[in-house]
């Protein structure tokens, strides 16, 4: 029997404006000044301030010029006089535009040097030729853009496929998220894309061309003794898997010669030397300002005489291609309005953000990294009243100048631990003071982990001897043993 039932549920629907803003935040300022260049080049209708001037100026020395002129020009004003037809703009294609711009005595044929292919377009070359349907395709696309300086994928493929929901309501199976990302693993280089060092070694293994014997016990020893493996306890994986010494060498050689950082040394992932800071944090007389390093940053605004053309077209009775036109050019007005609009929001919520961290880490700007205090996202998304997400989006990848140096945003934000007079002290300060305390250390006999974990539990500060020896890694700091000087 067929039954009817009525379910209410509520569903988030982002508009085609909230979903460009959310990806304008994620840019930094170089990145968004190519991104405003893209969109001058797509749409008709948006102009860069300056280009708008100087066509002004144009037009107002050819009119001088007219005037001062004797030539009777009757016939070309009537032609002036006449509106612009619709079928001249959407026709513009079919002009000649090599023929116009060439001289009669200019070689056609302009040898130029050959462009060397980033990693990033390697691997997108690749996945175009995988024959995906378009979601497939726009989930390789952010994987491939999400790699790492070594070519490691450490964001969760579940986290990737849960934003592409998000933000443009692409819904794809995990299943066959899994089964994209083992596909991209086994592109050139082999073993890119991998979630950890285990995972690239075992397919570059899968795929070499060598004794599939030995094969076989290298991924069965990455696969079920990889701790082993990772500790250097051969002797243990010998002796469980049953090997001789020679069949164990053989293995292990074979591992040696797997590459294990496939994305390294390739030229859009390197790291840069230069940081260009998104914004400059300065004191002038006596108060901290903020300002958004944002000069070079193209001016856009709608251009008039489309905006005079789409008016007169809508009052007018129109054919079938004047419609065309006319909805052609209503979409891009609507695109090009919504896009200076999430510039101008983007601008304003950057603004506020950073504005929102000097409050919050004022004494780091005044006095240095010693004064960091503990920072969350949730703490800066209460003070401003949005969303932790857009927090985390406008953090990422983005730097700050300020009298303490240069700092990713991401910078201020740690956890913090509570000294014994219920002070609330940064983990990066922690990270400061075990710096100090080896700087100062009598290099004849330096300090131990267990050592300096005593020494700041001296001063109130409670953290373990393996949270010493995480932090001494961090800072490249050497063993003890490593650091003793004979002098």
């Known amino acids: 029997m067929l039954t009817l039932n009525q379910r209410l549920s509520q ?166 998220a899994e089964e994209l990302l083992k596909k991209i693993q086994k592109f050139d280089p ?21 004794d599939e014997y030995y094969k076989y016990i290298a991924i069965k020893i990455l696969e079920d003794y990889y701790d082993e493996f990772s500790k250097r306890r051969f002797d243990i994986i010998k002796k469980k898997m049953k090997l001789t010494d020679d069949t164990l060498k053989e293995a292990l050689d074979l591992i040696q010669k797997m590459n294990p950082k496939p994305g390294e040394g390739n030229v859009d992932i390197v790291e840069m030397n ?89 004494e780091f700007f005044e006095k240095g990294p010693k004064y960091l205090k503990p920072m969350i996202y949730k703490d800066i998304a209460d003070i401003i009243g949005m969303d932790i997400s857009t927090i985390s989006r406008v953090v990422n990848g983005k730097y700050v100048q300020s009298p303490q140096g240069i700092h990713e945003l991401k910078y201020f934000f740690s956890e913090g631990l509570s000294t014994d007079t219920g002070e609330e002290v940064s983990n990066k300060h922690i990270r400061e003071r075990v710096k100090e305390i080896i700087e100062s250390e009598n290099k004849k006999a330096p300090y131990s982990d267990e050592k300096i974990a005593q020494m700041l539990q001296a001063e109130g500060i409670h953290v373990a001897r393996r949270t010493i020896a995480k932090y001494r890694e961090m800072l490249k700091i050497p063993v003890a043993r490593l650091r003793k000087e004979n002098i």
């Open 190 to 210: 082999i073993g890119i894309a991998s979630r950890s060092l285990q995972e690239c070694l075992i397919v570059q293994l899968q795929e070499a061309k060598a």
């Open 11 to 176: 569903q988030q629907r982002l508009s085609p404006q909230q979903i460009q803003y959310q990806k304008l935040l994620q840019l930094n300022n170089l990145a968004l000044e190519q991104r405003i260049k893209t969109e001058l080049e797509m749409n008709p209708l948006l102009v860069e301030e300056m280009e708008l001037e100087t066509e002004q100026d144009d037009k107002e020395k050819e009119t001088e010029t007219e005037t001062e002129s004797e030539v009777d020009t009757t016939e070309d004003s009537d032609k002036a006089d006449e509106e612009f037809s619709l079928e001249d703009f959407m026709n513009d294609d079919e002009l000649d535009h090599e023929k116009l711009n060439r001289s009669n005595d200019e070689e056609v044929f302009h040898p130029i040097a050959p462009q060397k292919t980033s990693l990033y377009e390697h691997l997108r070359e690749q996945l175009m030729m995988l024959d995906l349907d378009e979601n497939l395709y726009m989930l390789g696309e952010e994987i491939i853009g999400n790699l790492d300086a070594d070519g490691y994928l450490k964001r969760d493929l579940a986290e990737i496929v849960q934003e592409l929901e998000l933000f443009e309501h692409v819904k794809i199976d995990m299943k066959d």
């Open 274 to 362: 230069q940081v260009t800071p998104d914004f400059i944090v300065e004191k002038v007389n006596d108060m901290w300002i903020v300002t958004l390093n944002d000069k070079s940053m193209p001016s856009i605004t709608i251009d008039k005489k489309y905006l005079e053309m789409f008016d007169a077209n809508k009052r007018k009775k129109r054919s079938d291609r004047e419609r065309e036109t006319y909805k052609f050019l209503r979409e891009k007005f609507e695109s090009a309005k919504w896009f200076i609009a999430c510039i101008q929001q983007r601008r304003d919520t950057l603004m506020k953000i950073m504005r929102a961290i000097l409050e919050m880490q004022y």
